[in-house]
């Protein structure tokens, strides 16, 4: 074995995987950076995720992988209903267990959420319209995690909606409205930014998404 040879740690991977999607590219006072572990342990595997599931937490340890970068937040947040009593934040079982599971086998958890949604061509915004595998797109129009379209040519929404459905291998996307309309732009609203965020489809309206 080579004495001499470096061990590449935690903060390593970080430190260049920033180089591709900086903390400070995303959005302030997301939760970005180790979340969870010590950043300079030896890297024996690194498993990159979705989000951090038990079953996934469970693959990691019985493949010797022990740094984790998710892009969805570790835990679950806690919630106060008018139907029932929920657990007190620090008893939330899914939070619990993972973190159990993941210090228990000395895994360390890395997060990058918005700046990566935000990256350019590799992000998941410029990905998605990517993976529709439309040739001939032009980009109209762009705000930091979404783009406004331009197809070559007028298609109807049942066209598009089935590139959608090709592109992510999935058939089970719902179209709301006219399924025979004509569009010749659109704009691909990812995650929250479709959901929680109330007002994008109206600013990707203004910007000339049609409707």
Request: charged share 20%; proline share 5%.
């Amino acid at each position: 074995m080579d004495s001499t040879k470096r061990i590449t740690t935690a903060r390593d991977i970080a430190k260049e995987f920033e180089q591709i999607a900086p903390i400070e590219s995303g959005v302030p006072g997301d939760e970005l950076g180790f979340i969870l572990g010590n950043p300079d342990i030896p890297v024996k595997g690194i498993g990159c995720m979705w989000c951090a599931h038990i079953e996934s937490i469970q693959y990691c340890i019985e493949n010797d992988i022990n740094m984790i970068i998710c892009h969805e937040s570790l835990w679950l947040s806690g919630q106060k209903s008018p139907w029932y009593e929920a657990p007190d934040d620090s008893q939330i079982f899914s939070n619990r267990k993972r973190r159990e599971m993941l210090e228990t086998h000395g895994i360390t958890v890395y997060r990058s959420h918005s700046n990566w949604d935000a990256l350019p061509v590799d992000g998941i915004a410029d990905s998605a319209v990517t993976a529709l595998g439309i040739d001939g797109l032009k980009t109209v129009s762009r705000k930091k995690f979404f783009s406004i379209q331009e197809l070559p040519e007028p298609i109807t929404v049942n066209q598009l909606l089935h590139s959608v459905q090709i592109g992510l291998g999935y058939d089970g996307c719902r179209v709301f409205g006219d399924h025979t309309k004509k569009i010749q732009c659109f704009a691909f609203l990812i995650g929250g930014f479709g959901e929680n965020q109330l007002h994008m489809p109206q600013v990707a309206m203004e910007l000339g998404a049609e409707r």
